[in-house]
């Protein structure tokens, strides 16, 4: 079942064996496609908005919701400790697709960001974590990390532009 294969995933996770993990977790979509009348489970990941669609109950809605918000986000979670940083986005964008105000899959999208030296969409992930979390101090240190790299990235093209613009004009 979908909740076996969770805790297969989160066993592999904490032991660090990620890619195993990843293998558990992404067969729990085999589970979320959809719930026929007899409450048995198809085999094909649903996005949030087919889960919307669905004639189940709100119940049934709610809790395909939750297991797709949290094996996204798990999946997110091992890709960002392999360093495949495309696919933290992927499944963290999926997450979010569920609910934009998640604060793991808002800070995997920010965390990967930053990592594969996009630091204006870290910064714009990383401030609205901050949103999401304003007590959170690390979250704040990365934002005034981030505007500073930003900040000295732009004075140092600034002044590679202006020794450019001497030469010419000399």
């Not at 990843?22 to 908005?49: D, H, Q």
């Not at 899959?105 to 204006?120: I, M, Q, R």
């Not at 304003?134 to 732009?154: A, G």
Request: aromatic share 8%; hydrophobic share 40%; proline share 1%.
């Amino acid at each position: 079942t979908a909740s076996m294969y969770k805790e297969k995933g989160d066993s592999a996770f904490k032991c660090g064996e990620y890619a195993k993990a990843i293998a558990n977790y992404s067969k729990i979509f085999a589970y979320i496609n959809g719930i026929t009348n007899n409450n048995s489970m198809a085999n094909i990941m649903l996005s949030a908005e087919e889960i919307k669609r669905r004639e189940i109950d709100e119940t049934q809605k709610n809790i395909l919701e939750q297991l797709n918000l949290s094996s996204n986000n798990n999946l997110a979670a091992s890709h960002l400790k392999l360093k495949n940083y495309h696919k933290v986005i992927i499944y963290a964008q999926k997450s979010i697709k569920i609910d934009d105000n998640n604060l793991k899959a808002n800070l995997f999208l920010a965390k990967a960001y930053y990592n594969s030296k996009d630091l204006d969409l870290a910064l714009l992930y990383f401030k609205k974590t901050h949103k999401i979390a304003p007590d959170n101090k690390t979250i704040v240190k990365h934002i005034k990390l981030i505007e500073s790299l930003i900040n000295n990235s732009q004075i140092k093209a600034d002044k590679q532009l202006a020794k450019k613009l001497s030469k010419v004009f000399m």
